[in-house]
């Protein structure tokens, strides 16, 4: 049973629904808080939001331009698109900042969510974000950047801390150094998971520091700019299991086909 050992890196909500999750995707998605990484506030990721369902905390995502949010394929399983709306503009999940109806959800056309490719989707939002010091857009890379390993990159959310732990009310961050794409397959082959071409890695070797449930959809930065959207891991901050992204350079195309941006 190797969803016991491997988490969605989205939350399970009181809909229950991150049951059919785990039983759709082939690989643990993950759907918790930042691991081994310390509080922040929203002023120095402007750009990180809480995607919610009802208005729980569901998942991460980022902001693209004042109406459009990305976030990962996965954190979506059928409920209305009226039912989810963004937090932005706070460092803790459940009050503050701007809360908007998301008004379409676009899923990255070649998603599968057996193996977890293409794990991206952009939300267009009702109504435009206001900017300021806690709310901004991140600015993205070039079509099919690259990012030599160790390469530093910070990951932030307000999932678990701790592997199968509850949600974090502040906002979290850790850095975690790139892994190529060559050395992560060769580590999930273990498992017989894929990494494909629209996947990164980052995390250390000796674990302890990752992405986790809740963080799913969020954003993993370098240099000020957003490379990866939280998407799986075996487990979280485990050794020799680095969390993986969906890759920004690798789906920039659809990035710019859906905002233009
Ligand atoms: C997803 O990938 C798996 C494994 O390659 C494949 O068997 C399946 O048909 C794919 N699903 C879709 C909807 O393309
Ligand atoms: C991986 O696949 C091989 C060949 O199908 C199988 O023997 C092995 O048990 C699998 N390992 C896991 C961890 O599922």
Redesign the pocket.
Known sequence: MKFLTILPFMFVTILGDSIIDVSYANVPLLDGRIVGGSPVTIEDYPYQVSLQLLGSHRCGGAILNDRYVITAAHCFTGWPTSWHTIRAGSSVHNSGGQVIQVNEIYIHPNY????L?FDMAILYLVSPLTFGPAVAPIPLPLENQFYLDDTPAVVSGWGAMVEDGAASLQLQAVWVPMVNNGRCEALYAVENY?ITDSMLCAGYMSGGRDACQGDSGGPLVIDGLLIGIVSWGEGCARANFPGVYASVPYARSFITDITGI
């Open positions: 599968n969510g057996t193996l490719d894929t």
